[in-house]
């Protein structure tokens, strides 16, 4: 069963067994138990939208449990930064070590696209974790006249 998710969550599954016993034919079983949580990534996806022509930029706090600390060691994409750019730094998060992940969106063609980031850490227990992010660009607003307008920055939308 997978636990992705449900950090400090308590989680009950049940299953039902049949078998060819007359006496006890079927039996129900159950698994339940506390998830602990390992890291807290926040928020847990990133969506850019807004004109291709106006620069859009999001954080990722990546913060260890203390009883599980692990290193980043480094961070992948599955597009080879073709959409987006990304800058890791170590810092501290309410007295505790911790990463800021600064992602960037570089598409500036009207269209959609969604990204992987991959950080591999040095812990066994989760030796990858995963930041998604999707964009919506944009064509550039045309003001009247065809001027391209000069109106407020797209927001970067959670």
């Known amino acids: 069963m997978s636990t992705s998710g449900y ?10 067994v049949e078998s060819n016993d007359p006496n006890r034919p079927a ?22 939208q807004g004109e291709g022509d106006k620069p859009m930029r999001q954080t990722v706090t990546i913060v260890p449990e203390p009883r599980f600390a692990f290193k980043l060691l480094k961070v992948e994409t599955n597009a080879g930064k073709r959409f987006i750019d990304y800058r890791l730094e170590e810092i501290r998060h309410n007295g505790q070590p911790a990463y800021r ?27 990858k974790l995963f930041v998604h992010v999707y964009g919506n660009i944009l064509a550039p607003k045309q003001a009247e006249g065809g001027e391209q307008s000069q109106g407020a920055s797209p927001k970067a939308v959670r």
């Open 101 to 127: 992940l600064t992602v960037e969106n570089r598409r500036t063609q009207p269209g959609r696209y969604a990204e992987t980031l991959t950080l591999h850490t040095d812990s066994p227990i989760r030796p």
């Open 7 to 16: 950090g400090g969550e308590t989680m009950r599954k049940g299953a039902r």
């Open 27 to 48: 039996v129900e079983l159950a698994i339940g138990g506390e998830v602990l949580r390992v890291v807290t990534i926040q928020p847990g996806r990133l969506v850019f």
